[in-house]
């Protein structure tokens, strides 16, 4: 408990989804300001134009009390039928390079007012066909390489701070798992091959794409293992359930003590966790 009082002041992560356009929880109905999508920031392609909207919201967020956004979203807009990145304007462009120069400047906004920016969604959500708040999302046959680099690009200037991966199926990768749950996506790609180190948070496991096809234990046990450093948990909605949080806690803790998750894995994703909070 000693050794655990020096973190008591270190602060909660209040965390928001706040992309600009139709993706912001944040209202402009509700008095909130309005923030132009990533699709229309990358038509514009003004890095100057970038930098004072999203300086803008980054700003509201520290006023409001929020250090962490689920922003912002780095995929390609490979298809833009996508239904839930490319029709929504979630994605700057279906170019890499334009990608990776409007997320420097919406992440360095971010860090400017404090606020912790995270990447999504990891190894790439731009070139399917379905939605993952639905079903599982099958890249297999339109995944392109190219998809990685943001990521790559955004590392090599030491500009990824989190990653949001996103529940990516791809046989070609893992024929087992999604990437939310693969040891071959998070360890062999974004650990090795990308050399990320820090904060990997999952995508809701609530979504249909892992609650059809894995139990809450298993989702949880599987993250985990597979690299997750925070889960997260965001549809509690249509089947309320206040326990949620003490049943996570609690199926965290028997897998630790049965030895399904080891000590070191958690140790691992709490010395992340406070890395990040510290910086």
């Known amino acids: 408990i ?10 909660l992560f209040i965390a928001v989804d706040a992309e600009g356009g139709k993706i912001n929880r944040l209202k402009e109905n509700y008095g909130f300001l309005k923030i132009p999508s990533h699709k229309e920031l990358g038509k514009i392609n003004d890095l100057n ?8 919201l980054s700003k509201q967020l520290k006023d409001l009390g929020f250090n962490v956004n689920f922003a ?6 490979i298809n833009p039928q996508n239904p839930i990145i490319g029709k929504l304007g979630r994605s700057f462009s279906s170019d ?24 999504k969604h990891f190894p790439g959500h731009g070139s399917s066909f379905s939605d993952s708040h639905l079903e599982m999302v099958d890249v297999t046959n339109s995944w392109k390489e190219d998809e990685l680099i943001p990521y790559k690009k955004l590392k090599n200037e030491n500009l990824l701070f989190g990653v949001m991966v996103g529940h990516i199926f791809n046989k070609k990768i893992d024929k087992d798992y999604p990437a939310t749950l ?9 650990r090795k091959e990308i050399g990320f180190n820090g904060v990997i948070i ?15 234990e298993d989702a949880i046990i599987k993250a985990i293992n597979a690299g997750c450093d925070v889960l997260l948990f965001s549809n509690n909605i249509e089947e309320y359930d206040e326990n949620l ?35």
Not at 49 to 56: D, G, M, N, V, Y
């Open 182 to 190: 693969s040891l071959k996506f998070l360890q062999e790609i974004l």
């Open 72 to 77: 912002p979203v780095v995929d390609l807009n």
């Open 96 to 119: 890499p390079e334009i990608v990776f120069s409007h997320a420097k400047v919406f992440i360095k906004a971010h860090v400017e007012n404090r606020v912790i920016p995270i990447v």
């Open 49 to 56: 134009f970038t930098k004072q909207e999203i300086s803008k």
């Open 202 to 216: 999952s995508d809701d496991l609530q979504m249909g794409a892992i609650k059809k096809h894995y139990s809450l």
């Open 245 to 279: 949080p003490y049943k996570v806690f609690d199926i965290i803790f028997q897998a630790v003590k049965e030895g399904k998750i080891s000590k070191e894995r958690i140790f691992e994703a709490f010395e992340r966790v406070i890395n990040l909070k510290k910086e």
């Open 2 to 11: 000693s050794d655990l009082q020096k973190f008591s002041s270190i602060p």
